[in-house]
């Protein structure tokens, strides 16, 4: 009997083989000569169902696994399902990176002319410019133009050489003796007229062109004043001093004027003199004036003024004169009174006010001063000059600084006549400094 193999699950069924397998569950039953069904049960071949129907016992124990069957042939393929829907589209990839540009393609051939049109196609693309053709000839000149403004004039050339004086002209008939030929000479003015006889002279007065203020010329008489200067016939003091310098160093009481004079040059034009010329003075008080200066000169050697009340103050000296014809003038002289700057070197490393008077002086009105000292060992270079004057500023050999005040401000000095005040005292800082030039502001 053949032998029967129970499967429990199979996809296939050769039909040739001498076993037979039961099918309980397929997905298909075409392979065993049944139709399709849906649970696999239906449609089988006959000998299955007879099986079915004759009872079968339950099943038995798991035979052995036999050998395998030959393959059978491949079945015809089913036909080809229908196609499910298309899905929707993916999100867009990101655009790629462009590519190099590639070389130019080779120009094509120019294409036939086309029919004559009359409306103008649109204008191409300008190619690029070609090379400059060579120059081509130079055309004809063209007319000339209008003339242009006149330039600025140059510079004016330099003075050509003097030529040769022309000749003497004929020498002119002589007058009638009004206006000589001969002039005078030796005084302030050189004039041209000389009256040989004023008596011998007659007929009236000549009138002579005259350039007026304003441009225009009449006639007029010549007046006086018109040929001469004013010194030929007005009084008057060309000159007026006092001797010796006009600064002297401030004191107190009074100021003796040994060893001055007194002088003067008067204008006393044609018959006009001094008749009387006296010196005063301003000062709060003096002795011996007022002095005579008629002659033009006069000693005030043991005459003294009063000291003004403070330094660089002046004490004028004034000429009064009248002259015969009494017209009067006035001339002035002065003396200015200072106070002493002082500098110098010394060994002592603390000068006070009295000490100061052994320095070298300078009369002034400002602390400014520049001089030279030469500072040997051990000593010092000093300047000292009134407080009223403020701080002073150093230089010394091109640099700034170099000294200090001492006595921590102002100190009492009283001069060798008798004028006191306070004092700034300035030291430098180091000593044996040599041959030293110190410049104060």
């Given amino acids: 009997m053949p032998q029967v193999r129970v499967i429990t699950s199979s996809t296939n069924v050769d039909e040739t083989a001498t076993r037979v397998n039961v099918i309980t569950s397929s997905t298909n039953a075409i392979s065993v000569g049944g139709g ?51 899905g929707e589209d993916g999100p867009i990839g990101n655009t790629g990176p462009t590519g190099e540009d590639g070389s130019i393609g080779p120009t ?7 029919a004559a049109s009359t409306v103008a196609g649109p204008t191409g693309v300008t190619g690029p410019t070609g090379e400059d053709g060579p120059i081509g000839n130079t055309g004809p000149t063209g ?22 004086a022309g000749a003497t002209g004929a020498t002119g008939a002589t007058g009638d003796g009004l206006f000589d030929t001969t002039f005078a000479t030796g005084t302030s003015l050189d004039h041209s007229i000389n009256f040989d006889d004023i008596n011998t002279v007659s007929g009236g007065g000549r009138k002579f062109p005259v350039l007026l203020e304003d441009g225009g010329v009449t006639f007029d008489y010549i007046r006086a004043q018109d040929i001469f200067l004013d010194s030929e016939f007005v009084f008057g003091i060309n000159s007026f001093s006092i001797s010796g310098s006009s600064t002297a160093l401030i004191g107190t009481g009074n100021y003796s004027l040994t060893g001055r004079s007194l002088s003067a040059t008067y204008q006393t034009p044609g018959s006009i003199s001094v008749a009387d010329a ?40 004034t000429l009064g004169a009248t002259g015969s014809d009494g ?19 010394s060994s002592n490393a603390g000068l006070t006010g009295p000490d100061l008077s052994s320095l ?10 520049s001089f030279s000292v030469n500072a040997g060992a051990g000593e010092y270079i000093y300047y000292a000059y009134p407080s009223s004057y403020g701080d002073a500023s150093f230089t010394v050999g091109g640099f700034a600084g170099g000294f200090s005040k001492l006595h921590g401000g102002a100190t009492a000095h009283t001069n060798s006549a008798g004028f006191s005040e306070t004092y700034f005292i300035y030291r430098s800082d180091n000593a044996s400094l040599g041959s030293t030039e110190v410049v104060v502001s």
């Fill in 36 to 86: 399709v069904s849906p649970n696999g049960q239906q449609n089988l071949p006959a000998i299955v169902k007879i099986l079915q129907a004759s009872g079968v016992g339950a099943q038995g124990p798991q035979g052995l696994i036999g050998d395998v069957g030959v393959t059978g042939s491949t079945g015809a393929t089913g036909a080809t399902g229908v196609t499910g829907p298309t």
């Fill in 108 to 114: 094509g051939n120019t294409g036939p002319t086309g």
């Fill in 143 to 164: 007319e000339d133009g209008s003339i242009g403004a006149t330039g600025a004039a140059g510079a004016t050339g330099s003075t050509g050489a003097a030529g040769a």
């Fill in 278 to 317: 006296d010196v005063t003075t301003n000062a709060s008080s003096d002795s011996g004036f007022p002095v005579d200066l008629s002659s033009g000169s006069a000693s005030v050697a043991s005459n003294n003024i009063a000291f003004p009340a403070s330094k660089n103050s002046s004490v004028t000296f």
């Fill in 327 to 345: 017209s009067f003038a006035t001339s002035t002289d002065s003396i200015t009174f200072r106070n002493n700057n002082y500098y110098g070197v």
């Fill in 360 to 369: 070298s002086s300078n009369l002034d009105n400002n602390r400014s001063y």
